[in-house]
């Protein structure tokens, strides 16, 4: 029997890498015609570093604002500050600078500006499907490798039920994204390792999911060696730009599976509680939860499980196993207890991540928050 399916190609239009952000942000300026350039970056990049600067200057009088106040996991408040500092702008692009909070902000405030969304309790009408879509489109600078910028869905938080909320539109991708090693140089080590961990998690559960394709695989396998290569050598030597641009390619092509609507399974949709209830950084979710994951569903795709070992590295060994020990080399947290995550929360954990769109599409089926709690347990 032929096998059928369905790649979707997204709606951005190119991938600048391996020259200054700058030069690169002044091109794309250019090539779109825009007049009225936002930007939208990380505080401690602002005050501590010229990387901003640089990109200022680079525009010329065509920056006409900053927004450097968006704090993790993108909360509503400040997505609507952002939205209203942008308006009052008038902008006609924005760019992004920074990680991926800043990013998937930057792709909430895309649909206000759109919509007319003014307020947080607003917000609400543009996560069904007749939004009007975005005009003022996104440009994004990434300095963490945790990959948002190649999809079109935000993770924005609910402050008022601690819950990650998704929006999305094909146009909120960014229309261009640069990678510059550069700039990742200001990434705290920590950050960039776990973030590049989010990396491989989108390469795994892309490639264990029931609904792979061919073409993500390819994608997702390559973008795995690279990253399981990268990620030591920047460990080993921060100033290695050739490994700070492999892991950065490597992120890249994690999101094949993803802009292409291959879904994720467990360990994001876990993840996604985690990171909300919590405050725990995604990175730092997907080192404690994917190993588990994997062994968990081992029984389910085994065979799928093979291939990940084969790309890291280890033929032939357990991909929960190999990923472990990978995870533990670069110094990041294994467990829910390093991140004071104790055994009574399980229960509100296991419920709330049966609401994520993820978790309900885990290879090996996950009926309700008792298995999702016997993965708990294996990353207690």
Avoid at 245 to 255: A, K, T
């Amino acid at each position: 029997m032929l096998t059928s399916g369905r790649v979707v190609f997204t709606d951005m239009e190119e991938v600048h890498y391996g020259k200054p952000a700058a030069q690169s942000v002044a091109e794309v300026v250019k090539a779109h015609g825009a007049e009225r350039v936002f930007l939208m970056v990380s505080g401690t990049l602002n005050r501590q570093t010229d990387e901003v600067e640089k990109v200022c200057r680079a525009l010329g009088n065509k920056c006409v604002g900053t927004f450097d106040k968006m704090p993790a996991h993108s909360p509503r408040s400040a997505v609507i500050a952002a939205a209203a500092q942008a308006r009052e702008a008038k902008a006609d692009l924005i760019v992004t600078l920074g990680g991926g909070s800043i990013t998937d902000g930057a792709k909430a405030v895309q649909l206000c500006l759109a919509n007319d969304v003014t307020t947080v309790a607003a917000l609400d009408k543009v996560r069904n499907a007749d939004v009007k879509p975005p005009t003022v489109r996104q440009v994004s600078i990434p300095t963490t490798l945790s990959a948002g910028e190649f999809s079109g869905i935000a993770g924005v938080t609910n402050e008022a039920t601690k819950v990650k909320e998704l929006f999305r539109h094909p146009l909120t991708i960014p229309i261009a994204v640069i990678l510059d090693p550069e700039v990742t140089r200001h990434t705290p080590m920590w950050l960039f390792l776990s973030t590049g961990i989010r990396a491989v998690d989108h390469c795994v559960e892309g490639v264990c999911s029931n609904e792979s394709t061919e073409f993500t695989n390819a994608s997702a396998l390559h973008g795995l060696s690279l990253l399981a290569r990268g990620l030591p050598r920047v460990k080993a030597d921060p100033n290695d730009m050739k490994a700070r641009l492999d892991c950065q390619i490597g992120s890249w092509l994690s999101m094949g599976g993803l802009a292409a609507g291959v879904p994720m399974g467990a360990s994001h949709g876990i993840g996604y509680v985690l990171g909300a209830v919590f405050d725990i950084p995604h990175g730092h979710t997907s080192c404690i939860m994917l190993p588990s994951v994997m062994r968990w569903n081992k029984s389910a795709n085994a065979d799928r499980q093979a291939l990940i070992a084969n790309a890291m590295g280890h033929p032939g060994k357990d991909a929960g196993d190999v990923l472990d020990d990978f995870i533990r080399g670069l110094g990041m947290p294994r467990s829910l207890g390093e991140v004071k995550v104790g055994k009574e929360h399980f229960d509100r954990i296991a419920t709330q991540a049966m609401g994520t769109p993820w978790v309900p599409r885990n290879p090996r089926k996950i009926d309700g928050p008792a298995e999702v709690k016997e993965i708990l347990e294996l990353a207690a």
